[in-house]
């Protein structure tokens, strides 16, 4: 199954620190694990599940074996990267970040002063894009419920597969 995977720059997992064999020429070497999701397995993300994850490098990754569906991941007893996503870059993540941050103030302006004090300050990085990303989508709760934070992510998920131009 080909699906995505989010590492730092030197391609190691945000939460596992597993450093990922990575190949300059193509694909990596398989990685094989035990699953036990949130503890042990090859956790990556189908393109819904991108905005949950955000961090430096994207990845597109191959799973094998039964790879068992969550809510926001799936999990498999292996896996390899396939490719670095290059358009996922500090120019792109930056145009996300501020997609997130004008969402943000845009949804605090609708809300017609229920929300006073909850759009991100001007300071922040737009490279932040990850939490920025996560600001609009609980706002939106805030707002609507859950269901417009799901909506919320759906909308940040098809920005980033437009312009990442992911399959």
């Not at 597109?60 to 996503?85: M, N, S």
């Not at 845009?106 to 894009?129: C, K, N, T, Y």
Request: hydrophobic share 45%; net charge negative.
């Amino acid at each position: 199954m080909k699906a995505y995977k989010f590492l730092t720059v030197d391609g190691v997992g945000v939460f596992s620190r597993f450093a990922w064999p990575r190949s300059d020429s193509g694909t990596g070497a398989w990685v094989e694990s035990d699953v036990d999701p949130c503890r042990a397995g090859i956790h990556a993300c189908r393109t819904t599940d991108l905005p949950y994850w955000v961090a430096p490098a994207l990845y597109e990754i191959e799973l094998d074996g039964l790879v068992a569906e969550h809510a926001i991941k799936v999990v498999a007893p292996r896996g390899r990267l396939v490719r670095r996503v290059a358009a996922w870059n500090d120019t792109t993540r930056e145009a996300y970040g501020q997609m997130c941050f004008a969402r943000a103030h845009e949804l605090v302006e609708a809300a017609g002063g229920r929300l006073d004090g909850w759009a991100p300050p001007s300071a922040i990085a737009f490279a932040e894009s990850a939490r920025l990303g996560f600001i609009a989508a609980t706002i939106a709760e805030q707002l609507d419920g859950i269901e417009a934070h799901l909506a919320e992510r759906e909308r940040q998920s098809e920005w980033l597969v437009e312009h990442l131009t992911l399959a």
